[in-house]
């Protein structure tokens, strides 16, 4: 267990449809992550928030809709996607220290799109 | 290219020492990490290593730095089959963004 908990572990859903997941962390950290990991490719990063504020959005379309409500929950708000959104999304949360970002990541819910 | 690269591919035989290797292009880097994904997981954390540091030893990991060459490294000395996943080399840099920048993975093959 690494404190970072992602429901829910596989969702697949058609492209009309709207879904959520969910990421909670027990750590008491003040920055959670949402990054988005395809076979043979980089991980690639999505959203940051910092103390509840979204400090980063990494070109990412309108389909993905992130939601901070506290610093211990994180949201993606999903609706309409496509085929090429099919991939791993990796929640994660970290505290920095003296410039060391240790990011702690959840098991990641694999999303299929039909 | 990326601005973090490893090898995609590396097979080792049970018992032999296994290097991964990563190049990035950011001399502002402050620290580097080693993450480990096994199948159906996320990344779990490794080692990681401060940018004025060259080596750094955690048991049977060890960790080289060539901060001229942009150049990072993991040995896992005395393989197991346990060790087979996927390794990811992540940067971070000193520029007040709160985020890593991951490379692409090295998958480790041990052989019994």
């Known amino acids: 267990e690494t404190g970072v908990t992602q429901t829910p572990r596989h969702l697949v859903m058609g492209m009309t449809n709207k879904k959520s997941l969910k990421c909670e962390q027990h750590?008491?950290?003040?920055?959670m992550y949402w990054y988005k990991q395809s076979a043979k490719k980089p991980l690639e990063l999505m959203f940051v928030?910092?103390?509840?504020?979204?400090?980063e959005n990494n070109s990412v379309p309108s389909r993905f809709s992130p939601e901070c409500p506290n610093s211990s929950h994180l949201f993606l708000h999903l609706h309409t996607l496509q085929p090429e959104d099919s991939a791993l999304y990796l929640c994660?949360?970290?505290?920095?220290?003296?410039?060391?970002?240790?990011?702690?990541f959840g098991s990641g819910t694999q999303l299929s799109v039909l | 290219g990326e601005d973090v690269e490893q090898s995609l591919f590396l097979s080792v035989r049970e018992g032999d020492s296994s290097v991964i290797n990563c190049t990035y292009t950011d001399s502002s880097s402050t620290y580097l990490y080693w993450y480990k994904q096994e199948p159906g997981a996320g990344l779990q954390l490794l080692t990681y290593i401060f940018s004025n540091m060259d080596m750094k030893q955690d048991q049977r990991l060890t960790v080289l730095l060539n901060k001229k060459d942009k150049h990072l490294s993991l040995r896992i000395a005395d393989t197991q089959t346990g060790d087979s996943a996927i390794y990811f080399c992540?940067?971070?840099?000193?520029?007040?963004?709160?985020?890593?920048?991951f490379g692409s993975g090295t998958r480790l093959q041990v052989q019994p």
């Open positions: 992540a940067e971070s840099r000193d520029t007040g963004r709160r985020a890593l920048t």
């Open positions: 994660a949360s970290s505290q920095e220290s003296q410039g060391n970002e240790k990011l702690f």
């Open positions: 928030y910092n103390f509840k504020e979204q400090t």
């Open positions: 750590l008491g950290h003040n920055a």
